[in-house]
Each structure stands twice: as C-alpha cells, then as structure tokens.
C-alpha cells in the first residue's frame, strides 16, 4: 500500500486524504499503527456524493456520520486497515490531536483547526489506521506564518471567535438574531473568511448543513 494508491481508492469516493504520520506513543493511537491516515472530504464534489448516498435519501438522523461509517468501513476492509472515527463516544478518538500531529493542520489565530488545503472548513470524517510504515511526503508550511491580513481575526459579526477565544454561548445568540440568519444559510463567517477555504471548493449548501447541526445542538 501507497499512500498515492490510497489517495485513487479515496478520491473515488469523494474522500481526501488530509494528513497521515507515523504514531508515537503519546498519540493514543492503536497500539498496532504504523501509519495513521486521517480522512475527510474531497473537494469539490463531495455535497452531490454525499446528497445522492443512501443515508441522505432515507432522511433518517444522523445521515453524514453514517455515510462516513459506511465508506470508511469498506475502505478499511479493502486495504486491510483499522477504521477510526470522531464520533460515536465517549470516549472518543482524540483527532484534534492527530491533525496536529499530522503536520498538515495547525491552531489557527482563532483556536479553530486550519488545513493546508482546506482552511478553516476543514473536516475529518474519520481516520485508517495501517500497520504498515507508509512513506510520507514532506510537510507543508504553516499558512498563517504568510498569511498578513489574518483576516479571521475580525470576521465574526458578533465577536464570539476572536483571537481571544470561542465563546459559543454568544455565537449562537448571535445566530438566533435577525442578523445571524445569515450565517446559519451561508457558514460561519471566520471559516469563510480564510484565503484557503476560499479555494476549497466547499458549497453553502454543506456549510448551512454543518451550522443547523451545531446551532440544533444548543437548542434542542
């Protein structure tokens, strides 16, 4: 196994490989793993995948976890490796730390995981975990390091995302305002307004998804 091949294996599914390293110990991952590759969309394209899945069509809950488990599963018995993912706990698997680790994400100005490629909409949906030691290619460069405008420091309307921190309770009531209605259609303002999500090709559709879940989870 190759990381490239895996690469063709995921693309074909709407998947992107967005990070792998070799574990340490202190990185909690299986004791077995070799490789740990973490996954999530690839974009574009992944919406209409995504929207045209089974899991979608059947508007049962929870449709975006189940789709991830579904695909990661098979994938993980095409390539013989362990399946992990960010949902389904407590406890759950510590991604946050193995985005760092995997020298493909960093702690943006504003807390938030930025991607290489990804930005701010960054997104995993779940992890392989190979006993292989697979060849990585080197690590990119932090892009907030270039990034001289840092504009999501100022981007959220309400002043909930800062470079002070996140302080969810004002962000959703923000979004049950008048104003906030915007964002909850369009996505949250300081993932949008990061250069690299910009060219990430993610659709508003998804991003009004992702938001009703989060502001659903305050409400309900």
Avoid at 183 to 212: F, K
Wanted: proline share 9%; aromatic share 10%.
């Amino acid at each position: 196994m190759t990381l490239d091949g895996l690469q063709a294996q995921c693309s074909a599914l709407n998947l992107d490989i967005l990070g792998a390293f070799h574990p340490e110990l202190e990185d909690l991952a299986p004791e077995t793993c070799g490789t740990l590759v973490l996954l999530g969309p690839k974009e574009p394209g992944f919406w209409n995948t995504f929207t045209n899945s089974p899991e979608w069509q059947d508007k049962s809950p929870d449709p975006m976890d189940r789709w991830s488990t579904r695909v990661i599963n098979t994938l993980s018995q095409q390539t013989g490796a362990t399946a992990l993912f960010p949902f389904g706990g407590p406890p759950y698997q510590p991604f946050f730390r193995w985005a760092l680790a995997s020298g493909h994400a960093w702690q943006s100005p504003v807390s938030l995981l930025v991607h290489a490629q990804a930005g701010l909409m960054v997104s995993y949906r779940g992890a392989l975990a190979f006993r292989e030691r697979l060849e990585l290619p080197p690590a990119p460069s932090k892009p907030c390091d270039t990034c001289t405008d840092q504009p999501c420091l100022t981007a959220c309307p309400s002043h909930a995302l800062t470079g002070a921190g996140y302080d969810v309770p004002k962000c959703h009531a923000f979004l049950d305002t008048e104003a906030g209605r915007e964002h909850l259609t369009n996505g949250c303002n300081v993932r949008r307004a990061c250069p690299l999500s910009q060219s990430y090709g993610r659709v508003e559709e998804q991003s009004a998804y992702h938001m009703s879940i989060f502001h659903k989870g305050a409400t309900a």
